[in-house]
Every structure is written in structure tokens, then in C-alpha cells.
């Protein structure tokens, strides 16, 4: 059945209701309220369409997290076209790849990302963001946007890119208007009211689907950054009295490390979820003492985002799972014959539900490895128990075949976050001739953390065959994909000579 709902409707609505209340606020700035921002966007949709942008375009954004962001964003919709976010941190070459990919009509750049286009040789016309201050006023008098229906496609998010190029998810208006109606039975507290904080891109696939829009949707006030720093977030956290956060377990873990951490009233902080990489237990204790429950989450931007999120009950009940499940989204976990697991046996996540992506962007093989059946096969490790709580384990592709035995690494990188003095790690598997595989561990410490304390210590708590055969103890942050997530394809290509490389690569014998 086709329906109306579009994802720009929200800012048009809150512009009659209440036209003068924030929406969007970045640092310092001055806040951009309902009605400013449904006439820029009007302005923006209507400069878009003089350069040729019909229904179903492409339109590439290319910029650092500004206030003109959302207004694009919101006016790409309203023109009917796609929104086609670029990581404001690639390079040339990798903008090119998503240029040529996309096949965009216009992008809309800031002057760095626009020269590093024009040094590749992008021939898409640019629209420069420092132009678009002269759309504030709005569209000329009767202009309307365009209506086309939910079930077409509204943004194209792009991967993570952690195996390969990225692929683009192609992601529908009905898919998000769906998904925030599942958010909102989750936790009905969300709405008008709502204060949100985005510490990531506004180009990620949290940052335009469940920052701008979703906050927008509901008539909330989303609050950003132009750059992430733990002390801002903190302040931000604390004195705007934000209810909705999503963040990776590093920025949790460096939040609650800052020096105003134990004093801050955080009480306003109500949903409060995490999501990229499994939390520590520590860190969840932490913030729980605050009277914050963080909530796990599990999802991909193929499904809209979390498809598996806990309830405050169930993150009590189960600190270290996902929950049960939402109204819509469904999850199976199955053998490699497709067999349904008995409980608490590790099997393949597949993923069902509102949010499920139309497919990728003309790669029709890539959509057909990835939907079958109407599932999404995610490529990765999960379980269940026998009350129906999912966890997450591991990516299979990550998965480290040792000895015969399979080894997580999420596992292991859940021992070594126990450890005093150590900040983040990543724990992946390296060529070894006795073995096949071993696992590695890259470990950041601010404590100057000794290489055989760590061994020690995993030595500990793990069995034999999981303990790391090498650890690369490191004082600068880990590489991060666009996510947020760690770039384990990067360490394990960084590190694949570990066995030959001299100190200060620590091993242990297996």
C-alpha cells in the first residue's frame, strides 16, 4: 500500500507548530530554528532544481558538520532527489570512487572537499555551501515541495567499507518513517521534547537518518559538532539536558574519563544507547553508578540502523546483551544449513523488519548475497538464550581459526578493556605456520601498560588457544572506519608481518 509520509514532512509541520523552537544546534552557533530551517531548505530545494535535480537524482553532499548541513539535507528531499552523503574525512581519490559510483547530478561541497573533486577531475556540476546563505529567505511565493511516494528511495548510505569499497545502501522514505515509529513504542518518552546529541558526522548513518531526520521528525532539537571532543560532549551532555545519545564504547569510556565526570548531572540522560563495537562491563557499571543506563544495540545501516535495542529493564536484566527484540524487526539465528540454533549457540544473524534497505546501489549480485528469503544475512555471530535475550560474538569474517578452534575476537578484546590502564584495543588474526592463525592484540595504554602484565592478565581469564600469540602495546589512537568502528582490516594489513617484526611487538609462547 502506498502512503504519503516523506521524510521532510516533519520540518514543515514543526515549522507551523512552533516555527521559532531549535532544531538544529552546532558548538556556539546561533541555533537554527523550525521555520528558518523550512524556508532555507525551501530556498536550497529550489536553487537544486534550476540546476536540473528531477525525482529519484542523486545528490551528493561533501562538506564538514556545519548548520547548512541539515538544510541541504532536508532540501534534497524536498526536491525529490536522493540524499548522498561523502565522509567529509576521504581523500581525493576515495571522493572520486563515491562521485563515479552515485552517479550524482549536483554535489553540494565545501571549498576543501570541492578542490580535492576538482583535482581529481570530477565533472559533476558543485554547489558550493558557501553560496547557499542566499536561499535563507525561502522559494519564491506558491512553491511547494515535490510529493513522490514512501516507498522511493530517500538517501544512499554508504558502508563502512571494512572489506572492500564501500556499497550503497539504498534506503527509502517508508524504510526510516517505519523504523521511528518502532523507536518511539521502544521508549515513549521520546518526542517533542526530545534533546538529542550527535558526537559523529552528520554524514554517517546515524548522523542524517537518526540525527536530522529522526530528531526533526519529532519536533526535538538536535545538538552537534563541528569537531568531537569528550569535554564538550560532557558540558553538552550535562547542560542542554540531553535525553537521546548514541555513541561508540570509546566515547563512552572517554566521557567518563574526564575530570567533571563524577560531579555532572546526567539525570536528564533517559535513552541512552551504544552500538559499533561491544561495551565493557566496566564501562556499563560506570555509567550505570550515574543512574545512566546504557543500552546495547545491535543493527547495520542495511536495516535501517538498530534492529536489536534493549529496554532499560532488559539492559538491567542482561548488561551484556541487545535485548529481545523490537514491535517490527525480527532476528533469527541459524546454522550454516540455514537450521534454526539452540539457545545459546553461536549461529549466523540474519534480520528482518521496516528498516530492511531496498537494496545496493546498482550491484543487483551484492543484493541478492545479502537479502534472501527477505533476510538480511549480516555476515555475522550472535546467540540467543533461552528467555530470548540476544548478544552479539563476532564478525564471521573476523573470526580467527586457530588450531582448529574458532576464536572471537570480540572476546578477547572484552579481557583486555578489563585491564587497568588500557584505553581501546583490537584483536585480529595473523598467518602462523604451526597454527594456520593466531590471535594479535594492538592495545593503546595511557599507564605505559607492560606487554607481559597484559599477557598475565589474558592469561588469566582466557584458555590457552585464545590468548594472544602477539601484543603491540601503542600510545596513539586506534585507526576508525567512518563509523567510528575500529579498522581491524587496516592493523591486521599493518601488522600481518608481526612474527618477524622486533620489539616492540611482545610475544607469548602458544
Known amino acids: 500500500m502506498t502512503t504519503n509520509g516523506l521524510l521532510h514532512d516533519g520540518v514543515s509541520y514543526w515549522a507551523r507548530r512552533r516555527p521559532r523552537h531549535p532544531a538544529i544546534v552546532i558548538d556556539d552557533q546561533p541555533p537554527l530554528d523550525y521555520g528558518t530551517l523550512d524556508r532555507w531548505s525551501d530556498g536550497i530545494a529550489c536553487r537544486l532544481q534550476s540546476m536540473g535535480v528531477t525525482p529519484g537524482d542523486r545528490v551528493g553532499v561533501a562538506a564538514a558538520n556545519c548548520l547548512a548541513w541539515p538544510a541541504v539535507a532536508i532540501a534534497i528531499l524536498k526536491a525529490g532527489g536522493i540524499i548522498t552523503p561523502f565522509n567529509d574525512r576521504l581523500v581525493g581519490d576515495e571522493l572520486a570512487y563515491l562521485a563515479g ?99 559523529l558526522g552528520l554524514h554517517s548513518s546515524p548522523g ?53 565526570f563524577p560531579e555532572a548531572d546526567l539525570s536528564a540522560l533517559t535513552f541512552a544507547r551504544v552500538g559499533g563495537a561491544t561495551p565493557s562491563p566496566d564501562m556499563l557499571a560506570t555509567w550505570r553508578a550515574k543512574g545512566v543506563i546504557v543500552r546495547q ?19 538491567l536484566a542482561r548488561p551484556t546483551s541487545c535485548g529481545r527484540g523490537l514491535a517490527f524487526s525480527r532476528f533469527r539465528i541459524v546454522r550454516d544449513d540455514g537450521t534454526p540454533c539452540a539457545p545459546d549457540e553461536p549461529g549466523h544473524i540474519l534480520l528482518q523488519g521496516p528498516g530492511l534497505m531496498a537494496g545496493y546501489w546498482r550491484d543487483p549480485e551484492a543484493t541478492a548475497a545479502a537479502l534472501r528469503d527477505g533476510w538480511m544475512h549480516t555476515g555475522d555471530i550472535g546467540a540467543v538464550d533461552d528467555e530470548g535475550y540476544f548478544t552479539f560474538l563476532d564478525r564471521s569474517k573476523e573470526m580467527i581459526k586457530s ?24 584483536v585480529f588474526g595473523v598467518s602462523d605456520d604451526k597454527f594456520t592463525e593466531v590471535p594479535c592484540a594492538c592495545v ?37 572506519l567512518s563509523n567510528q568502528k575500529i579498522d581491524r582490516r587496516a592493523l591486521k594489513h599493518h601488522y600481518a608481518d608481526a612474527a618477524n617484526r622486533p620489539e616492540p611487538v611482545a610475544r607469548t609462547k602458544l
Open 101 to 199: 559510483y552515485s552517479d550524482p547530478r549536483v554535489i553540494v561541497a565545501d571549498d576543501t572537499r570541492a578542490a580535492l573533486l576538482r583535482q581529481e577531475g570530477v565533472a559533476v556540476p558543485l554547489l558550493a555551501f558557501e553560496e547557499l546563505d542566499a536561499d535563507r529567505g525561502g522559494g519564491p511565493a506558491g512553491w511547494t515541495p515535490v510529493r513522490i511516494e514512501s516507498e522511493a528511495v530517500a538517501m544512499i548510505i554508504f558502508t563502512s567499507g571494512s572489506t572492500a569499497r564501500p556499497k550503497g545502501a539504498m534506503m527509502t522514505h517508508g524504510n526510516y518513517l517505519a523504523k521511528y515509529m518502532e523507536m518511539r513504542l521502544l521508549d515513549p518518552r521520546l518526542g517533542p521534547d526530545t534533546r538529542s546529541l550527535m558526537p
Open 297 to 315: 544495540l545491535y543493527g547495520m545501516t542495511e536495516v535501517g540502523g538498530g534492529s536489536i535495542i534493549a529496554t532499560e529493564d532488559e539492559a
Open 444 to 480: 593503546v595504554t595511557h599507564d605505559a601498560v607492560r606487554s607481559d602484565a597484559i599477557h598475565r592478565h589474558c592469561a588469566a581469564l582466557l584458555a590457552g588457544f585464545k590468548l594472544p600469540r602477539y601484543v603491540i602495546t601503542l600510545d596513539t589512537p586506534l585507526p576508525r
Open 403 to 426: 588450531g582448529g578452534f574458532n576464536v572471537s575476537p570480540t572476546e578477547i578484546e572484552a579481557v583486555l578493556m578489563r585491564m587497568p590502564g588500557v584505553e581501546e584495543c583490537a
Open 208 to 260: 542524517t537518518p537518526w540525527g536530522i531526520l529522526f530528531t526533526t521528525t519529532l519536533g526535538g532539537t538536535l545538538y552537534a559538532t563541528t569537531k568531537y571532543q569528550a569535554a564538550q560532549t560532557l558540558r553538552t551532555l550535562r547542560d542542554q539536558r540531553i535525553n537521546f545519545f548514541l555513541g561508540v564504547p570509546m566515547i563512552y569510556d572517554q566521557i567518563a574519563r574526564e575530570p567533571g
